[in-house]
């Protein structure tokens, strides 16, 4: 089975470009979870769907930071303008309530942003 | 709202040694707990889990009680090895509301052969 893929897994920009990270989460996962993590810290739930609606993005920063997931499948993550505090791994994730898989959340390998 | 505390670290050991990283939580309800691990340059895997009082997950020689009264899921493995040297994170999940994963902050592990 395949696992949660992303794209690109490092991006180098500069302060007040525009970056988008793309997400294909294991097929069936109704659920994709993108999380923040900064170096030394835990990972931060940015935004959460199922299927194509939003659950929760209480602490998604929506004056720069934008997600969608259009068809219930992929989702892609934008940052525009960038800030410097930005630069982190943005992880998806995705999970499914199935009996086989217990509702884990599996996560992809991440998408690695230095904002210079 | 919903946290964990993990024990600070870095933490460095001698091979074979035994290790504890220990995780608190603060949570409404009955949440299920995780331990996650992530190895340089990787994502997250999910290392072992617990989803009711007293389960006891375990995985590659690691384990970790679900402790309802101290609110607690401390790590341990009696013998480390060199490949364990990776970031441990503790992670709880409720069932009310969205479930979401909530981390701690994370533990670095090295073992020294």
């Known amino acids: 089975e395949a696992g949660v893929a992303q794209s690109p897994r490092y991006k180098i920009i500069e302060k007040r470009q525009s970056v988008a990270f793309w997400c294909n989460p294991i097929?069936?996962?109704?659920?994709l979870y993108w999380y923040q993590q900064i170096l030394g810290q835990g990972p931060k739930l940015l935004i959460q769907f199922q299927n194509n609606g939003v659950v929760d993005d209480s602490q998604l920063p929506k004056d720069r930071f934008s997600a969608e997931r259009l068809k219930g499948v992929d989702s892609t993550l934008k940052i525009q303008p960038a800030k410097l505090e930005d630069s982190a791994v943005y992880l998806c994730a995705s999970s499914s309530p199935t009996v086989s898989s217990g509702n884990t959340i599996y996560f992809g390998e991440g998408s690695w942003l230095t904002v210079v | 709202g919903d946290s964990v505390t993990q024990m600070e670290g870095p933490v460095t050991l001698s091979e074979e040694a035994f290790l504890t990283i220990n995780c608190t939580y603060t949570?409404?309800?009955?949440?299920?707990l995780f331990w996650y691990v992530q190895y340089p340059g990787e994502g997250l895997q999910l290392l072992l889990k617990a989803t009711k009082a007293d389960d006891k997950g375990s995985n590659k020689g690691f384990e970790a009680t679900y402790r309802k009264e101290t609110t607690s899921f401390h790590l341990e493995k009696g013998s480390v090895q060199v490949s364990d040297s990776a970031v441990y994170f503790c992670a709880l999940r409720n069932i009310q509301g969205a479930q979401k994963l909530v981390f701690g902050q994370g533990t670095r592990l090295t073992i020294n052969p």
């Open positions: 949570a409404t309800g009955y949440p299920s």
């Open positions: 097929s069936g996962h109704a659920t």
